[in-house]
């Protein structure tokens, strides 16, 4: 995946809470065994209903998306971090999110910023008034600011620096490639071998 430095972009306003995985992303487009081509299902049913505020032009081509609270609960689809990706967020931010749903963003380069519910209606507000408005997340110090807006958010050390390296659980593993391949050496013959991409 793509290093994770800095994120800047204009606001799209989901001023909803609980906002589940099958409302991302319908069960009816989980057939794609591909992480791409979803974005334009990201919030299917809400679109139908028409009047969704993020069809409206001035919302799209957003790259930070902020919601309410409790972002990403229900199933552990990781459909929908690859829909939102796919859609054009790089970044989603709410006052918290359901664990699974973090853990599949983090996993695919899509950043989850969680901050307090009050800097969260704060940006929202500024969205809806002023839709040209741009946020700047700042991941090495770990910072996010739009207008009069600035806060600091939290992330473990290891997914902050899995993010910045741009270290998916693929590439994790082939750092310890020539470990793997010495392991593999000391294997007894009679046992299955597996050779490395540099074997």
Not at 96 to 111: E, H, M, P, T
Request: charged share 25%; hydrophobic share 45%.
């Amino acid at each position: 995946m793509e290093p994770v430095r800095l994120i800047e972009g204009r606001i799209a306003p989901l001023d909803r809470a609980n906002v589940d995985t099958d409302q991302i992303m319908p069960k009816q487009f989980l057939k794609r065994i591909e992480r791409s081509g979803f974005g334009p299902y990201v919030f299917w049913d809400w679109r139908r209903a028409g009047g969704f505020i993020l069809d409206r032009a001035e919302y799209r081509g957003a790259a930070v998306l902020v919601a309410g609270p409790n972002f990403g609960c229900g199933s552990s689809r990781e459909h929908a971090a690859w829909g939102l990706q796919d859609a054009g967020y790089r970044a989603v931010v709410a006052p918290s999110f359901a664990d699974i749903f973090r853990s599949n963003c983090v996993k695919i380069g899509l950043l989850p910023v969680e901050l307090p519910e009050e800097t969260v209606r704060r940006l929202l507000q500024l969205a809806l008034d002023d839709p040209a408005t741009v946020a700047s997340i700042d991941l090495e110090a770990q910072t996010v600011s739009a207008r009069e807006v600035a806060a600091r958010f939290e992330i473990d050390s290891f997914t902050k620096e899995c993010l910045l390296s741009g270290w998916d659980e693929i590439a994790l593993t082939l750092r310890q490639e020539s470990e793997i391949a010495a392991f593999e050496a000391r294997r007894p013959e009679f046992l299955p071998r597996v050779t490395t991409a540099s074997a």
